[in-house]
Structure formats: structure tokens, C-alpha cells
């Protein structure tokens, strides 16, 4: 069974930052794009941010300007940088990787809790 290996997730103050990575395996050929989702309790699952092979990324708006994602293709992994984190932003985040052949894998998930 592939494994996306995520770590970074805990919990933060408001205005705080962590940092969010993911690693997938090399069994996994042909990746395209990695990401991260995001789902808070009793709503839906939200795309969060996306970065392509070329890097491309797409952000949802309420992260712009707070969230960076960046990736590193030699080791098929996958971050994101979250700065000025807001209470919106507690939720479980899921790394998600796409390839050019249609396959899709995620994460277990890993906790992001922010305090006031």
C-alpha cells in the first residue's frame, strides 16, 4: 500500500507559523502535481494549495499571502508554510499527490490546531 508520509502538524497561537511536509515514495512514477487539502469539522474537504512539476501553484484566497507552498522533486516531497495562522485555519491538512496517468494518493492527515 503507498504510504504519503506527512509530519509538521500541532498546535499554534494565532499570528503563529508551522510548517507542513510530505514525502511520497518513489514507487509512486510519474507524479504531475502535490498538494494539500484541508477539512474542518463538519464541512467539506478544500483544496488548500497546489503546486505542478513545472511549479505552478494555486492557493485558496483566504491563504494567499500566508501560505507558501514550495516542493523539492528529488525527494518527492512536498511543503507548506503557514505564517499569521488564524483560527479558520484549524483543520485536519491532507497531502494529496496527482500523476499524469490519473492516479491520486493522500496522506493519513496531520492535525493543525490554532489558539487564540
Known amino acids: 500500500q503507498v504510504q504519503l508520509v506527512e509530519s509538521g502538524g500541532g498546535l499554534v497561537q494565532a499570528g503563529g507559523s508551522l510548517r507542513l511536509s510530505c514525502t511520497a515514495p518513489?514507487?509512486?512514477?510519474?507524479?504531475?502535481?502535490m498538494g494539500w487539502y484541508r477539512q474542518a469539522p463538519g464541512k467539506e474537504r478544500e483544496l488548500v494549495a497546489r503546486i505542478t512539476n513545472g511549479g505552478t501553484t494555486t492557493y485558496k484566497d483566504s491563504v494567499k499571502g500566508r501560505f507558501t507552498i514550495s516542493r523539492d522533486n528529488a525527494k518527492n516531497t512536498v511543503y507548506l508554510q503557514m505564517n499569521s495562522l488564524k483560527l479558520e485555519d484549524t483543520a485536519v491538512y491532507y497531502c494529496?499527490?496527482?500523476?499524469?496517468?490519473?492516479?491520486?494518493?493522500w496522506g493519513q492527515g496531520t492535525q493543525v490546531t490554532v489558539s487564540s
Open positions: 518513489t514507487s509512486i512514477f510519474s507524479i504531475s502535481a
Open positions: 494529496n499527490v496527482e500523476t499524469s496517468w490519473g492516479g491520486r494518493y
